[in-house]
C-alpha cells in the first residue's frame, strides 16, 4: 500500500514537472498561461467559444470583449447587461482605463435602451458618469474617457429636467473644451457640443446657431453617425425648417453603412420614423 502511494505522489510529481515543461516549452510563462485562461473567460463571455474564436482576432480583456457585446446589443438587448456584469466584475481586481472607459459606455446604452423608469435611467447614468469621473482621473488625457463622461453627465442632467441640472453645466462645458482640444474632429464631441446648445435655455448658454453649427461639423467628419442627423433635424424642427428636417430624417432611413448598426437598428431609425411623423403636416 505504502509502495502505491509513493509511486502515486512520484506520478503526480513528475505530471506537474511536464506540465510547467511545456508552458515553458511554448516559450510561456505559468503567468501567461493563466492569462490565457482568463481570455478564454472573455471569449465566453462575449458569446462564443474559443473554436468558435479561432482564425478571428480572440478578445483578449474583459474591455474587449465587452466591446463586442456592445457592437451587436440590436441582437439581443441583454448583451448590454452582460457587458455591465462583466466590466464590474473586472473593477473588483483592476483598475485598467479600458475598463472603466467601456463600463461607462455601457451604463449610457444601459440608460437609452434597457432601463424602463426614470429613476432606472437616472441611476445607469449616474453609475456611468462616477465611473467616467473615475477614467478622467487616471488617465487626463484620454478623449474616450472625457466623451463617456461628459455624456452620462448630459443625459442624466436632460433626463432629470434642464432648469433642475444648471448645476452640471460648468463641468459639462470644461469636458466640452477638453475633447475638443484633445480632438478638434471628435464626433461624440461635436454631437454632444450641438445637444447641449440646443437644449440649454440661451439665458445659460444655450446657442441654435452654435449647435447647428456643431451638429454640420460632426457630419462633415462622419457623414454615417446617423444620431447627428437625427439632432440636427431635431434642431431644425425646433426653428420650424420642416423640408430640412424631413431630408436628414429620410437620409437616416435610407442610411445602408450606419457607423454604429446597433444604434442606428434600436435607436435612430425608430426615432427617425417617429419624428416624420410628428411633422408630416407641417410645411
Not at 505522489?9 to 490565457?36: F, M
Not at 466591446?67 to 448590454?80: C, F, G, N, Q, S
Not at 424631413?246 to 444604434?263: F, G, H, I, K, N
Amino acid at each position: 500500500m505504502r509502495a502505491r502511494v509513493a509511486l502515486g505522489a512520484l506520478l503526480l510529481l513528475v505530471a506537474s514537472l511536464d506540465a510547467r515543461a511545456v508552458v515553458r516549452a511554448a516559450g510561456r510563462s505559468t503567468a501567461e498561461a493563466s492569462g490565457e485562461m482568463a481570455r478564454e473567460v472573455a471569449v465566453r463571455a462575449a458569446g462564443r467559444s474559443t473554436a468558435e474564436a479561432s482564425g478571428e482576432m480572440i478578445v483578449k480583456t474583459p474591455a474587449e470583449a465587452a466591446r463586442a457585446l456592445l457592437a451587436r446589443y440590436h441582437e439581443d438587448p441583454t448583451r448590454i447587461d452582460r457587458a455591465r456584469e462583466l466590466l464590474e466584475s473586472a473593477l473588483r481586481t483592476e483598475r485598467r482605463v479600458d475598463t472603466l472607459v467601456t463600463l461607462s459606455r455601457a451604463c449610457f446604452l444601459a440608460g437609452d435602451v434597457r432601463a424602463k423608469t426614470p429613476e432606472d435611467k437616472l441611476a445607469a447614468y449616474d453609475r456611468g458618469r462616477e465611473i467616467g469621473e473615475r477614467a478622467v482621473e487616471l488617465a487626463p488625457r484620454d478623449e474616450e474617457a472625457h466623451v463617456w463622461f461628459a455624456l452620462n453627465t448630459g443625459r442624466w442632467g436632460q433626463t432629470k429636467g434642464v432648469l433642475r441640472s444648471l448645476f452640471l453645466l460648468p463641468t459639462v462645458f470644461r469636458e466640452l473644451d477638453i475633447i475638443l482640444s484633445l480632438n478638434p474632429r471628435s464626433v461624440r464631441g461635436h454631437a454632444l457640443a450641438g445637444n447641449v446648445y440646443l437644449e440649454v435655455p440661451p439665458l445659460f448658454g444655450g446657442d441654435r446657431a452654435k449647435a447647428e453649427e456643431h451638429f454640420k461639423k460632426g457630419l462633415e467628419i462622419a457623414p454615417r453617425f446617423t444620431v447627428l442627423r437625427i439632432d440636427l433635424a431635431r434642431l431644425y424642427i425646433a426653428t420650424g425648417r420642416y423640408d430640412e428636417a424631413r431630408r436628414q430624417l429620410r437620409a437616416v432611413l435610407a442610411e445602408r453603412a450606419p457607423t454604429s448598426l446597433a444604434d442606428w437598428t434600436v435607436k435612430d431609425q425608430p426615432r427617425a420614423r417617429e419624428l416624420l411623423e410628428s411633422i408630416k403636416d407641417r410645411k
